[in-house]
T-cell receptor, first 117, second 114 residues
Framework: KAGVTQTPRYLIKTRGQQVTLSCSPI?????VSWYQQTPGQGLQFLFE???????NKGNFPGRFSGRQFSNSRSEMNVSTLELGDSALYLC????????????????FGPGTRLTVT | GQQVMQIPQYQHVQEGEDFTTYCNSS?????IQWYKQRPGGHPVFLIQ?????EVKKQKRLTFQFGEAKKNSSLHITATQTTDVGTYFC??????????????FGKGTKLTVNP
């Protein structure tokens, strides 16, 4: 079974620009979660999508948004980029979404390394 | 708040020594998950603990969930160089509409001297 894929793997953007990252989950997985990973803050939860609906959201400003398509693929958008948005953005897919009791084993993609200059 | 505190932040051991990382919460956890991230890699799911006092083993790794479900530990016996990486604990909400939020610990970075 193919793993979670993320594109692009690396991205360099300028402050003020916007960026769209893409994530393709494992086939059959309906939940996609996005995380931001930085050396200082660690792994922080951005949001989760399940069956095209945002189900949970972390504490990030509205510049961070996402969506999920009917085939479960997900995109994340960051508008008006700031230097502090430089990070590794990880997406993770799971068969079941948050809020379902039982195994919520997440499979992470390789991430997109975003550098904002 | 709803954070999970993980200690130590760093651990350096000689190959063959044991290693333990701890995850603590001020509130009762419905579950705890553990992940490993190799340098330059992405987090990989190791295990999920749900029951009070639960102990699970995976070869040289032993995972425990405290009786009060407020702490958890990961113990590696006789570390090997392949154990190098950062180990994260995470709390995953299991009840929709509840106040519990998904949160990862800051991780324990393990280095092993051969």
């Amino acid at each position: 079974k193919a793993g979670v894929t993320q594109t692009p793997r690396y991205l360099i953007k300028t402050r003020g620009q916007q960026v769209t990252l893409s994530c393709s989950p494992i086939s059959g997985h309906r939940s996609v979660s996005w995380y931001q990973q930085t050396p200082g803050q660690g792994l922080q939860f951005l949001f989760e999508y399940f069956s095209e609906t945002q189900r949970n959201k972390g504490n990030f400003p509205g510049r961070f948004s996402g969506r999920q398509f009917s085939n479960s693929r997900s995109e994340m958008n960051v508008s008006t980029l700031e230097l502090g948005d430089s990070a590794l953005y990880l997406c993770a897919s799971s068969r079941m979404g948050q809020g379902f009791f039982g195994s919520y084993e997440q499979y992470f993609g390789p991430g997109t390394r975003l550098t904002v200059t | 708040g709803q954070q999970v505190m993980q200690i130590p932040q760093y651990q350096h051991v000689q190959e063959g020594e044991d290693f333990t990382t701890y995850c603590n919460s001020s509130t009762t956890l419905s579950n705890i998950q553990w992940y490993k991230q190799r340098p330059g890699g992405h987090p990989v799911f190791l295990i999920q603990l749900v029951k009070s006092g639960e102990v699970k083993k995976q070869k040289r790794l032993t995972f425990q969930f405290g009786e009060a479900k407020k702490n958890s530990s990961l113990h590696i016996t006789a570390t090997q160089t392949t154990d190098v990486g950062t180990y994260f604990c995470a709390r995953i909400p299991t009840w929709r509409g509840g106040s519990e939020k998904l949160v990862f610990g800051k991780g324990t970075k393990l280095t092993v001297n051969p």
